[in-house]
Nanobody, 124 residues
Framework: LQLVESGGGLVQAGGSLRLSCGDS????????IGWFRKAPGKEREGVAC????????WYADSVKGRFTVARDYGKKQVFLQMDSLNPEDTAIYYC??????????????????WGQGTQVTVSS
């Protein structure tokens, strides 16, 4: 896999962004996909993931109710819809893939494939 994220940018607090994760070689249907973020001075944090088996989703408490992860089968991508953004959401966001999970997890260790990241900046 060669994962590529897109959709980052600068947005005001309260605004929305939609990040996309795709593979240059094909679809991600058979992979669990996780979204992670890394802010300056902070540990990498898992924010959302979606399983490959039944598209079950999990969210970190910090984003629950504001972020949505889902598959776009037409575009062969996984997107992360981020609403009600606040400055604490500012970070580099990464998508990651793992092909053996039944579900998905919000810690990074098991994920084998990573994108290059996309910057999200939320101004107050």
């Amino acid at each position: 896999l060669q994962l590529v994220e897109s959709g980052g940018g600068l947005v005001q607090a309260g605004g929305s962004l939609r990040l996309s994760c795709g593979d240059s070689g094909g679809a991600l249907d058979n992979y669990a996909i996780g979204w992670f973020r890394k802010a300056p001075g902070k540990e990498r944090e898992g924010v959302a993931c979606i399983s490959s088996s039944d598209n079950s989703t999990w969210y970190a408490d910090s984003v629950k109710g504001r972020f949505t992860v889902a598959r776009d089968y037409g575009k062969k991508q996984v997107f992360l819809q981020m609403d009600s953004l606040n400055p604490e959401d500012t970070a580099i966001y990464y998508c990651a893939a793992e092909g053996l999970f039944v579900g998905c997890v919000l810690f990074s260790g098991p994920y084998d494939y990573w994108g290059q990241g996309t910057q999200v900046t939320v101004s107050s």
